[in-house]
Nanobody, 120 residues
Framework: QLQASGGGLVQAGGSLRLSCAAS????????MAWFRQAPGKEREFVAA???????NYADSVKERFTISRDNAKNTVYLQMNSLKPEDTAIYYC????????????????WGQGTLVTVSS
Protein backbone atom coordinates (compact mmCIF):
# COMPACT_ATOMS: atom_id res chain seq x y z
CA GLN A 1 0.00 0.00 0.00
CA LEU A 2 1.28 3.45 -0.97
CA GLN A 3 0.28 6.71 0.72
CA ALA A 4 1.28 9.98 -0.94
CA SER A 5 1.33 13.31 0.86
CA GLY A 6 2.83 16.78 0.72
CA GLY A 7 0.84 18.40 -2.03
CA GLY A 8 -0.54 21.90 -1.79
CA LEU A 9 -0.73 25.35 -3.31
CA VAL A 10 2.52 27.14 -4.15
CA GLN A 11 3.49 30.14 -6.23
CA ALA A 12 5.52 29.76 -9.39
CA GLY A 13 9.21 29.50 -8.55
CA GLY A 14 8.48 27.89 -5.20
CA SER A 15 9.23 24.43 -3.85
CA LEU A 16 7.38 21.46 -2.43
CA ARG A 17 8.45 18.05 -1.20
CA LEU A 18 6.17 15.08 -1.75
CA SER A 19 6.41 11.91 0.30
CA CYS A 20 5.15 8.43 -0.37
CA ALA A 21 5.05 5.97 2.51
CA ALA A 22 4.95 2.31 1.58
CA SER A 23 3.87 -0.64 3.64
CA UNK A 24 5.37 -4.06 3.17
CA UNK A 25 8.64 -5.75 3.88
CA UNK A 26 9.95 -5.69 0.31
CA UNK A 27 9.95 -1.91 -0.25
CA UNK A 28 13.73 -1.72 -0.47
CA UNK A 29 13.82 -4.11 -3.43
CA UNK A 30 11.25 -2.23 -5.53
CA UNK A 31 11.61 0.56 -8.05
CA MET A 32 9.59 3.57 -6.91
CA ALA A 33 8.28 6.28 -9.19
CA TRP A 34 6.22 9.42 -9.40
CA PHE A 35 3.70 10.12 -12.12
CA ARG A 36 1.35 13.05 -12.54
CA GLN A 37 -1.94 13.74 -14.22
CA ALA A 38 -3.18 17.18 -15.11
CA PRO A 39 -6.87 17.85 -15.78
CA GLY A 40 -7.89 16.50 -19.17
CA LYS A 41 -4.50 14.93 -19.81
CA GLU A 42 -3.07 11.45 -19.61
CA ARG A 43 -0.99 10.32 -16.69
CA GLU A 44 2.68 11.01 -17.37
CA PHE A 45 5.98 9.87 -15.95
CA VAL A 46 7.92 12.22 -13.69
CA ALA A 47 10.77 10.29 -12.07
CA ALA A 48 11.82 6.85 -10.88
CA UNK A 49 14.43 5.44 -8.51
CA UNK A 50 15.68 1.88 -8.35
CA UNK A 51 16.38 -0.11 -5.22
CA UNK A 52 20.07 0.78 -5.61
CA UNK A 53 19.49 4.49 -6.11
CA UNK A 54 19.70 4.80 -9.89
CA UNK A 55 17.32 7.43 -11.21
CA ASN A 56 15.39 8.35 -14.33
CA TYR A 57 13.67 11.69 -14.98
CA ALA A 58 11.28 13.09 -17.52
CA ASP A 59 12.95 15.81 -19.58
CA SER A 60 10.39 18.34 -18.37
CA VAL A 61 11.54 18.07 -14.75
CA LYS A 62 15.28 17.44 -15.06
CA GLU A 63 17.38 19.91 -13.06
CA ARG A 64 14.28 20.95 -11.08
CA PHE A 65 13.00 17.78 -9.40
CA THR A 66 14.92 15.23 -7.35
CA ILE A 67 13.68 11.78 -6.40
CA SER A 68 15.15 10.02 -3.39
CA ARG A 69 14.32 7.19 -1.05
CA ASP A 70 14.87 6.18 2.55
CA ASN A 71 14.60 2.42 2.74
CA ALA A 72 14.75 2.45 6.54
CA LYS A 73 11.56 4.54 6.56
CA ASN A 74 9.93 2.82 3.56
CA THR A 75 9.51 6.25 2.03
CA VAL A 76 10.24 7.83 -1.34
CA TYR A 77 10.43 11.58 -1.82
CA LEU A 78 10.08 14.03 -4.67
CA GLN A 79 11.73 17.39 -4.08
CA MET A 80 10.26 19.88 -6.52
CA ASN A 81 12.01 23.20 -7.05
CA SER A 82 11.43 26.09 -9.46
CA LEU A 83 7.84 25.01 -9.87
CA LYS A 84 5.88 26.18 -12.90
CA PRO A 85 2.13 26.46 -13.47
CA GLU A 86 2.39 23.57 -15.92
CA ASP A 87 3.52 21.35 -13.03
CA THR A 88 -0.02 21.58 -11.64
CA ALA A 89 -1.40 18.03 -11.43
CA ILE A 90 -2.30 15.19 -9.15
CA TYR A 91 0.93 13.39 -8.32
CA TYR A 92 0.89 9.65 -7.84
CA CYS A 93 3.54 7.35 -6.45
CA UNK A 94 3.89 3.88 -7.86
CA UNK A 95 6.06 0.81 -7.46
CA UNK A 96 7.46 -1.79 -9.78
CA UNK A 97 9.37 -4.98 -9.19
CA UNK A 98 12.17 -3.98 -11.58
CA UNK A 99 13.55 -1.46 -14.04
CA UNK A 100 13.35 2.33 -14.29
CA UNK A 101 10.52 2.42 -16.77
CA UNK A 102 8.47 5.45 -17.68
CA UNK A 103 5.29 3.71 -18.78
CA UNK A 104 2.20 3.46 -16.60
CA UNK A 105 1.76 -0.22 -17.45
CA UNK A 106 5.12 -1.08 -15.90
CA UNK A 107 3.91 -0.19 -12.42
CA UNK A 108 1.62 -2.58 -10.58
CA UNK A 109 0.96 -0.67 -7.38
CA TRP A 110 -0.32 2.89 -7.06
CA GLY A 111 -1.03 5.36 -4.30
CA GLN A 112 -4.09 7.61 -4.13
CA GLY A 113 -2.43 10.81 -5.34
CA THR A 114 -1.75 14.23 -3.89
CA LEU A 115 -2.71 17.51 -5.57
CA VAL A 116 -0.07 20.08 -6.45
CA THR A 117 -1.27 23.47 -7.63
CA VAL A 118 1.20 26.07 -8.88
CA SER A 119 -0.16 29.59 -9.25
CA SER A 120 1.31 32.10 -11.69
Amino acid sequence: QLQASGGGLVQAGGSLRLSCAASGRTFSSYTMAWFRQAPGKEREFVAAISWSGNTNYADSVKERFTISRDNAKNTVYLQMNSLKPEDTAIYYCASSSSGLGSRVVEYAYWGQGTLVTVSS
